[in-house]
């Protein structure tokens, strides 16, 4: 178990030389400091992220199972509140510039860092990153739901669609209106409107995975990237959904049993679209489906 008082490191680096120079590093600077991790592959890492106790990321970008810039990519979406810094060679420092304004904190060329500039490249970067998460916070969440907002959902999408026409893998949209919802708040009331808008969040958080993108549009209307999902699972994922939903509401007296109109959109990289032009079409679908209930 790691002690609290450690800052937890995790080194994605297949090349053992340059691991052991960076414990060494470390524990030459400030050994009662860090508490450094160290996996081969970006897989393992993303394993390893979703554990706690990791506080900054020392990202090699080839590596056995990823290589190029889109290994900080696939790390970042996953983990995008821990700030990763960039090792590179002297042949890619480019790469880690890019990656930089992708995103990274900072990079760092192999052979030519001192003890003092990692501890102070570390330090500096999760300050800086503190400071993104802060502001992000601010930004890109929606207060009520803590799911992301319209603007966030934008922005991580387009992210991931980039990544999908890369690795030509689908991804699933799914566009979600609460049936009669003004009619709850005007019954209800506007309090027991938000708890519900609330419990549908947590329904959402229960059903997808964490590396999905989940937010509130606005109103009553919620949309989801489902990175891990192709069209073959929409029907599973659905009845999931308002399985999930019917178990929770059933749960919570007060309060009414709400109905959910689903649309599903599947991402073609083969047919690229804007991310627009996918909630569009999933937008559609969920007012057909809402139209054949009336």
């Known amino acids: 178990m790691m002690p609290d ?37 970006l897989s ?13 990321v020392l990202l090699d970008l ?4 990823s290589h190029g810039l889109d290994t900080f990519t696939k790390l970042h979406v996953q983990a995008l509140d821990i700030p990763v810094i960039i090792l590179t060679g002297l042949d890619d420092e480019t790469l880690g510039q890019i990656a930089v304004r992708e995103g990274a904190q900072d990079y760092l060329v ?36 803590s799911l992301y907002n319209r603007r966030a959902f934008f922005a991580l999408a387009d992210r991931q669609i980039r990544i999908a026409d890369r690795s030509q893998r689908g991804l ?9 919802f003004k009619q709850i708040n005007d019954s209800l009331g506007h309090q ?10 947590n329904v959402l958080r229960d059903t ?20 891990e999902l192709d069209h073959k699972d929409s029907e599973t994922v659905t ?21 959910l109109s689903i649309g599903i959109a599947r991402y073609d990289p083969t047919q690229p679209c804007s991310v627009d032009e996918l909630l569009g079409l999933a937008d559609a679908r969920m007012y057909a489906e809402k139209r054949v209930k009336k």
């Open 110 to 145: 192999k052979g030519q860092v001192t003890s003092p500039a990692l501890v102070h490249a570390i330090r500096f970067a999760m300050e800086r990153q503190q400071l993104v998460v802060e502001l992000n916070t601010r930004s890109l969440v929606d207060p009520l739901t």
């Open 192 to 201: 027991a409107g938000d708890k519900v808008l609330q419990e549908v969040a």
């Open 172 to 180: 699933l949209t799914l566009f979600i209106d609460i049936d009669n």
């Open 44 to 56: 393992e890492g993303l394993e390893r992220l979703t554990h706690p106790g990791i506080k900054i």
């Open 5 to 41: 008082d450690k800052i937890g490191v995790l080194v994605i680096e297949d090349n053992p030389g340059d691991v052991r120079l960076i414990r060494e590093m470390l524990g030459e600077a400030d050994k009662d400091s860090f508490h450094v991790e160290h996996v081969n592959q």
């Open 208 to 227: 997808f995975r964490h590396s999905d993108i989940l937010a509130r549009m606005g109103g009553d209307e919620f949309a989801i990237l489902a990175i």
């Open 239 to 259: 009845h999931r959904l308002r399985q999930n939903l019917k178990n929770r509401m059933g749960r919570k007296s007060g309060l009414p049993q709400p109905s």
């Open 62 to 65: 080839s590596l056995p199972d």
